[in-house]
């Protein structure tokens, strides 16, 4: 993986707009569904991985603003996991990991 | 989006969250979203031992590990809890619904809000195909947690036991279950594998009938009728060259499933 480093610059503002649609199109088109496969495999949510690092403080804030299962994302670019093995299973706890692991590499406040 | 559901046939009662769905909301529970998802998975849970699959069955026993056992009738019945399964079309399971003490039924739609629905058929899909949730295809119901004071004393006897146990071609069969504790019948024929997991409580067996060894906590030893054996939650253990069909007495404490965690 490629080095997170402090003070990572924000995104390009296109790439934060292209991030809000797919974001919008993956809750309004996964709304209805229980399944976590379906959310996951849903193509916004892929492309969404397919950006890449620059998604890691957008998809960190949107976590923070409006929870949502945005994790398979985050460990699908970051390739780790900073949730304790024992956290994983409570969704508030597996989401203060994830902030937790953004601030300390700076990508959000 | 659900073609047989009119604005008086449900009422909102919570807000959007999309920290539980539906399968968690009928167990219960609002801490986690319940999904068949790779062990391990951030922010994902399914109940330790339960095959993590997409099938209807997979769903059954993970609604087993709280109790639930299949039935025939979604009336209500006096003490008992019920849960809705509903399926796609394909098969896969889309949708569970709880029912209320009225005979009305809880639902979390997705992602969304919970609502308080009259009709299993309000969420379904119609007969073309339209929106929807699919179709039920399993009532589960376990007795309401807090009756059992009303069975103070319960008997059982293990020739019962075997036969519910054999009649529903699993090989453990949950026969009590309160808060603090579980119990159950395991068999395996001989020369059959173990294929079990560790669990996340306690467990003691009493094995009643057969021979085999047990490996675990680092020792394999012989066990056969009147061993009695203590597991601490999470221990990998097994039965290994089970020589006699085994029949063993199962007991969880707190009640299995109840603990959530990926061991």
């Known amino acids: 993986m490629k080095s997170l480093l402090p003070g990572t610059e924000l995104p390009p ?97 | 989006m659900f073609p047989d559901l009119r604005k008086e046939d449900y009422r909102v009662t919570s807000e959007e969250d999309r920290k539980y769905n539906c399968i968690a909301h009928a167990a219960d529970r609002s801490d986690v979203p319940w999904w068949p998802v790779e062990e391990g998975t951030d922010g994902g849970f399914w109940p330790a031992g339960v095959p993590r699959e997409e099938t209807l069955d997979a769903f059954v026993l993970a609604y087993g590990t709280q109790g639930y056992v299949p039935c025939d009738s979604a009336d209500v019945e006096p003490g008992c809890e019920k849960i809705a399964l509903y399926v796609n079309a394909d098969g896969t399971p889309s949708h569970a619904a709880k029912q209320t003490s009225s005979g009305a039924w809880s639902s979390k739609l997705g992602n969304w809000e919970d609502i308080e629905h009259k009709t299993l058929a309000n969420l379904e899909a119609s007969p073309g195909g339209a929106a929807g949730y699919g179709k039920v295809a399993r009532i589960l119901k376990r007795r309401r947690p807090g009756t059992i004071e009303m069975e103070a004393v319960k008997l059982f006897e293990m020739g019962e036991l075997e036969a519910e146990r054999s009649g529903a071609g699993r090989l453990y069969l949950e026969f009590l279950r309160c808060p603090a504790l579980s119990a159950g019948l395991y068999e395996l024929a001989a020369g059959a594998e173990d294929a079990q997991r560790p669990h996340a409580e306690d467990e003691v067996y009493y094995i009643v009938r057969g021979r085999a060894s047990f490996k675990g906590g680092g020792q394999e030893r012989s066990v056969g009728p009147g061993s009695v054996i203590f597991v601490k939650a999470g221990e990998e253990h097994r039965f290994l060259d089970i020589t006699e069909d085994l029949a063993a007495l199962v007991f969880f404490a707190p009640a299995e499933g109840t603990t959530q965690s990926t061991v």
């Open chain 1, 13 to 109: 503002s296109q790439i934060e707009q292209e991030f809000h649609q797919l974001a919008e199109l993956w809750r309004t088109e996964t709304g209805m569904h229980s399944s976590i496969s379906k959310q996951v495999q849903h193509p916004a949510y892929r492309q969404i991985i397919d950006m890449g690092e620059k998604a890691l403080p957008l998809i960190l804030r949107e976590l923070r603003e409006r929870p949502a299962h945005w994790f398979s994302a985050l460990r699908a670019i970051a390739k780790e996991s900073p949730v304790p093995e024992g956290d994983r299973t409570n969704f508030e706890k597996t989401k203060a990991a994830w902030l937790r692991w953004g601030k300390d590499r700076g990508l959000i406040d």
